[in-house]
């Protein structure tokens, strides 16, 4: 979907054009979607539903803020499934990281945290929120260090990897009438589209992950691929299936 990047800003144009360049936006509008480069952050808008607002990644401020703090820790379901331990630390790749929301909850917690996404305009929004995050006084210092951006093919990238687990949320069509789907999401896989490949991705997952395999679904959704996880961990309105290869070690090598 090719998607056109706004500015009305002259002292950003010189940005905004290295934007296109780089993520291959256009400069002209069109009827549905559209990104805008503002002072504050670089956001994409659903033109023909303007009722729900602009969507950007913050992990400064907000709902992502309030978690990390208040979010109950490593009681989470998300570090349950993932396995941590108190003084390991863990690296997880994030194939299909979307907003960034659980690879921030997973960094805040102490893993080193490599985001995959292959849409430029989800990869844009990302980018542009880590910059922001890294220039922060509070969360600065260990964003830099445990968050990191690779732009492209999870499954390619998989295949050239080890890490010790590997985390998958793919995009999962959500019941019409749910209320639990977010404005946000509804504009952002309008833009990213659903992950058709998912079920694919497990299996170069489970190569990849030197321990576990973490997919987090829907409480509605099947298994993916059709495969039955070693445990589920259910939360109130997902679940997180988690594939065991072998034990996280006490003190990793």
């Known amino acids: 979907m090719d998607i056109p990047l706004i500015c ?10 290295i934007l296109r360049q ?26 023909d539903d303007p009722q729900q607002g602009l969507v950007f990644v913050d992990f400064v401020s907000g709902s992502v803020a309030h978690r990390r703090k208040f979010g109950g820790g490593k009681g989470q379901a998300i570090a349950k499934a993932i396995g941590l331990k108190p003084g390991v630390q863990v690296d997880v790749i994030d194939a299909t990281a979307g907003l960034g929301r659980d690879a921030f909850v997973l960094a805040s917690l102490g893993c080193n945290v490599t985001m995959i ?11 542009d929120g880590l ?9 600065g210092v260990w964003m830099k ?3 990191k951006l690779h732009f492209g093919s999870a499954n390619e990238y998989l295949q050239t990897q080890q890490t010790d687990v590997v985390y998958l949320d793919p995009m999962f069509p959500h019941k019409k009438k749910s209320a639990l789907v977010k404005k946000e999401m509804r504009v952002f896989q309008g833009v990213v ?10 299996e170069v997952a489970l190569n990849a992950a030197r321990y576990r395999v973490v997919v987090k679904r829907p409480d509605y959704a099947p ?27 006490q003190h990793k090598s």
């Open 22 to 47: 780089k993520w291959g936006f256009l400069s002209t509008q069109n009827d549905h979607f559209q990104l805008h480069l503002l002072p504050e952050y670089l956001a994409l808008e659903q033109k």
């Open 131 to 139: 910059e922001r995050a890294y220039l922060n006084l509070e969360i």
């Open 8 to 17: 009305n800003d002259s002292a950003l144009t010189q940005k905004a054009k």
């Open 117 to 127: 996404e292959r849409s430029p305009v989800a990869a844009a929004l990302l980018e």
């Open 193 to 202: 589209g659903e992950d058709l490949d998912a079920d694919s991705l497990l």
């Open 223 to 249: 298994f993916l691929n059709d495969k039955k996880p070693t445990m589920s961990i259910k939360t109130k309105k997902n679940r997180f299936d988690v594939y065991v290869k072998q034990a996280i070690p």
């Open 145 to 147: 260090q445990r968050m």
